[in-house]
């Protein structure tokens, strides 16, 4: 069954201009200048010429490719939006159901997209690592095996704005407003994320990540929402140094609530959407 | 075992304060062409709909008879409803495709349905560049997949010349020839008294009429029509109004036409006229039309 529902999406996205279109922005925009970086530009020179095999080597390579690559998500996203809408002006949501499908199908054929591009992106992160690390003389199998956390929570973090995006696609039929809600609704967490950790936090404390805000640090406030707790599985390395020169110990629990904040959320979005499909008049 | 190959029992359908079918009861015998009437908003595609699992009943309840399993009874059954579904930048071939890996039928019946419905020159075309008509084949080639045998058609001839109409018609009639199972929603009256044995009326959500085709445009009448004329028309007209055998009279080109109580004969009437003052030129029975007939059920019980 899961051939068949990956076939039918698959038969529609090879078509797809958007996804064309976004696929080639995707690697072009981003992925070319993080390899040219990693290669040639200064954080390459230092991360990858320096102590090349070392544990921190790898260490250092997954951290920053992790934390650049998780931004690439959102282009995903408008693929995922793109097509979801499609699926409602084209009517092939009503017309599926029509022909048979059953709406749990209908939710599987969307989990497998988005499981399929998720995996994709992480597939396409490890690549463009092992061709940088590789032009340094990196082993390729120490990359994917120090590599294996990193993209995890590259394909978590993934799903679960991929996830959000399919959430936006499936209450708005229109495909600019629900881009320009997914889009509204990540300034407004960022915005709202921002001023609660600035206020709660003791004059100072933003400087030095001090304060403590139901047992977080109120710098990681954003982990108790979606989009923070989906991009905080891959924190950024400014943010672990800043850690570690203010004194506070990184330690496995943090990774842990990480981890627990981001599952629960994919788990809600996961069955809102089933929600949505299920009970939807098409 | 029924030989029904549906039964519907107290479907109802609210949105919200609008109740937009009401209390359905009927059933679909096996071989039978299906006609579902009803004017824009009587029901037609929303009672479709719930049998088609588009939308959820808010009462009642449906079965599909031929197979236990409902959950994949659809894939089971070919089905247009309303207008062809079809993503445009993809070619009728793999829209087709799509459809069939639903239904789970083999990709080699696609050619098949297509030359059926004369697309198979076309079949790399994408869906897109299509006219309306083609669109309209394509949904009934759609509808062919997997040789179903059930077929249920939402105005299967919209946008359709008069050639594609006929043809239409003769596919109609040929699967049921075969043995299929047709139900037909549809506004063109002509079309269902052409083609359909059974039939049901739906007004504003309520079923108005249901049972054979033959039986509602003949025995089951409750009234007679006479085509009507004299030398002065207005004072003809005038007297037939004050006849208490009169339901209804109505200008048909240039002739009255006149619908009376049932057991009223034509001599009764040219006897009340003539005791008027009246003497006829034309006095003459005739059958109204399925599409009359509609007109007349659906106006005087509105």
Redesign the interface.
Same mark, same amino acid.
């Given at each position: 069954m899961i051939q068949k529902l990956f076939l039918i999406d698959f038969l529609k996205y090879r078509r797809s201009r958007a996804f064309l279109g976004i696929s080639i922005l995707y690697i072009v925009i981003i992925a070319f200048p993080i390899l040219s970086t990693l290669t040639t530009g200064q954080i390459g020179k230092e991360m990858l010429d320096s102590s090349v095999n070392s544990p921190e080597f790898y260490n250092n390579i997954w951290q920053t490719i992790g934390y650049l690559f998780k931004f690439m998500s959102f282009m995903l996203a408008l693929i995922v939006i793109t097509h979801q809408t499609a699926d409602y002006q084209n009517n092939s949501f009503r017309q599926h159901i029509i022909d048979g499908m059953t709406r749990w199908e209908y939710y599987l054929s969307k989990l497998i997209v988005l499981v399929t591009i998720s995996a994709g992106a992480a597939l396409f992160s490890y690549l463009i690592v092992s061709l940088a690390a590789g032009f340094h003389g990196a082993s390729v199998f120490k990359m994917f095996a120090s590599g294996i956390p990193f993209l995890l929570g590259y394909f978590v973090s993934t799903l679960g704005l991929l996830s959000m995006a399919l959430f936006a696609g499936l209450i708005i039929k229109n495909t600019g407003l629900a881009i320009a809600l997914y889009l509204a609704y990540m300034l407004v967490e960022l915005v709202l994320t921002l001023t609660l950790s600035a206020n709660l936090m003791p004059v100072g404390g933003f400087a030095t990540n001090q304060g403590k805000v139901l047992g977080l640090n109120a710098f990681d406030i954003d982990l108790l929402f979606p989009k923070g707790a989906f991009l905080g599985l891959l924190p950024s390395p400014y943010w672990l140094q800043r850690a570690i020169n203010g004194g506070n110990d990184i330690s496995k629990n943090d990774y842990v609530f990480r981890w627990i904040m981001a599952l629960i959320y994919l788990g809600v979005f996961q069955l809102v959407n089933l929600r949505i499909i299920t009970r939807k008049e098409i | 075992m029924s030989n029904n190959i549906l039964e519907v029992s107290g479907l109802t359908k609210q949105f919200g304060s609008l109740t937009a079918v009401n209390q359905l009861d009927f059933e679909i015998p096996q071989g039978a062409i299906f006609g579902l009437l009803g004017p824009n908003g009587s029901g037609k595609s929303t009672t479709l709909g719930m049998l088609?699992?588009?939308?959820?009943p808010s009462s009642g309840s449906y079965n599909w008879t031929f197979q236990e399993n409902q959950?994949?009874?659809?894939?089971?059954?070919g089905?247009l409803?309303e207008?062809p579904?079809?993503?445009? %930048?993809?070619s009728a071939y793999?829209n087709l495709?799509?459809?069939a890996?639903?239904?789970?039928v083999d990709k080699s019946d696609i050619y098949r349905v297509l030359k059926i419905v004369g697309l198979d020159q076309r079949a790399k075309s994408k869906f897109g560049t299509y006219s309306t008509g083609m669109k309209m084949r394509l949904g009934i080639a %759609?509808v062919l997949l997997g040789d179903p045998k059930i077929l249920i058609l939402d105005e299967p001839t919209n946008g359709l010349d008069p050639i594609g109409i006929a043809e239409v018609r003769e596919l109609i009639l040929f699967l049921q020839s075969q043995g299929k199972t047709i139900l037909l929603a549809s506004h063109l009256l002509d079309e269902v008294e052409k083609v359909c044995s059974h039939m049901m009326i739906l007004e504003r959500g309520v079923k108005k009429y249901f049972g054979s085709v033959q039986n509602f445009v003949s025995g089951g009448r409750t009234s007679m029509f006479y085509h009507i004329q004299a030398d002065d028309m207005i004072q003809l007209a005038n007297t037939l109004t004050n006849l208490d055998f009169v339901i209804s009279i109505h200008d048909d080109e240039g002739k009255n036409v006149i619908e009376t109580q049932k057991d009223i004969s034509a001599s009764e009437v040219n006897r009340a006229l003539a005791e008027q003052g009246i003497y006829l030129n034309h006095l003459s029975e005739y059958t109204p039309s399925l599409e009359q007939q509609f007109i007349n059920l659906t106006k005087n019980k509105a």
């Amino acid at each position: 069954m899961i051939q068949k529902l990956f076939l039918i999406d698959f038969l529609k996205y090879r078509r797809s201009r958007a996804f064309l279109g976004i696929s080639i922005l995707y690697i072009v925009i981003i992925a070319f200048p993080i390899l040219s970086t990693l290669t040639t530009g200064q954080i390459g020179k230092e991360m990858l010429d320096s102590s090349v095999n070392s544990p921190e080597f790898y260490n250092n390579i997954w951290q920053t490719i992790g934390y650049l690559f998780k931004f690439m998500s959102f282009m995903l996203a408008l693929i995922v939006i793109t097509h979801q809408t499609a699926d409602y002006q084209n009517n092939s949501f009503r017309q599926h159901i029509i022909d048979g499908m059953t709406r749990w199908e209908y939710y599987l054929s969307k989990l497998i997209v988005l499981v399929t591009i998720s995996a994709g992106a992480a597939l396409f992160s490890y690549l463009i690592v092992s061709l940088a690390a590789g032009f340094h003389g990196a082993s390729v199998f120490k990359m994917f095996a120090s590599g294996i956390p990193f993209l995890l929570g590259y394909f978590v973090s993934t799903l679960g704005l991929l996830s959000m995006a399919l959430f936006a696609g499936l209450i708005i039929k229109n495909t600019g407003l629900a881009i320009a809600l997914y889009l509204a609704y990540m300034l407004v967490e960022l915005v709202l994320t921002l001023t609660l950790s600035a206020n709660l936090m003791p004059v100072g404390g933003f400087a030095t990540n001090q304060g403590k805000v139901l047992g977080l640090n109120a710098f990681d406030i954003d982990l108790l929402f979606p989009k923070g707790a989906f991009l905080g599985l891959l924190p950024s390395p400014y943010w672990l140094q800043r850690a570690i020169n203010g004194g506070n110990d990184i330690s496995k629990n943090d990774y842990v609530f990480r981890w627990i904040m981001a599952l629960i959320y994919l788990g809600v979005f996961q069955l809102v959407n089933l929600r949505i499909i299920t009970r939807k008049e098409i | 075992m029924s030989n029904n190959i549906l039964e519907v029992s107290g479907l109802t359908k609210q949105f919200g304060s609008l109740t937009a079918v009401n209390q359905l009861d009927f059933e679909i015998p096996q071989g039978a062409i299906f006609g579902l009437l009803g004017p824009n908003g009587s029901g037609k595609s929303t009672t479709l709909g719930m049998l088609l699992g588009v939308f959820s009943p808010s009462s009642g309840s449906y079965n599909w008879t031929f197979q236990e399993n409902q959950t994949h009874v659809r894939r089971q059954i070919g089905t247009l409803l309303e207008q062809p579904n079809f993503i445009k %930048n993809l070619s009728a071939y793999d829209n087709l495709l799509i459809c069939a890996t639903i239904k789970g039928v083999d990709k080699s019946d696609i050619y098949r349905v297509l030359k059926i419905v004369g697309l198979d020159q076309r079949a790399k075309s994408k869906f897109g560049t299509y006219s309306t008509g083609m669109k309209m084949r394509l949904g009934i080639a %759609n509808v062919l997949l997997g040789d179903p045998k059930i077929l249920i058609l939402d105005e299967p001839t919209n946008g359709l010349d008069p050639i594609g109409i006929a043809e239409v018609r003769e596919l109609i009639l040929f699967l049921q020839s075969q043995g299929k199972t047709i139900l037909l929603a549809s506004h063109l009256l002509d079309e269902v008294e052409k083609v359909c044995s059974h039939m049901m009326i739906l007004e504003r959500g309520v079923k108005k009429y249901f049972g054979s085709v033959q039986n509602f445009v003949s025995g089951g009448r409750t009234s007679m029509f006479y085509h009507i004329q004299a030398d002065d028309m207005i004072q003809l007209a005038n007297t037939l109004t004050n006849l208490d055998f009169v339901i209804s009279i109505h200008d048909d080109e240039g002739k009255n036409v006149i619908e009376t109580q049932k057991d009223i004969s034509a001599s009764e009437v040219n006897r009340a006229l003539a005791e008027q003052g009246i003497y006829l030129n034309h006095l003459s029975e005739y059958t109204p039309s399925l599409e009359q007939q509609f007109i007349n059920l659906t106006k005087n019980k509105a």
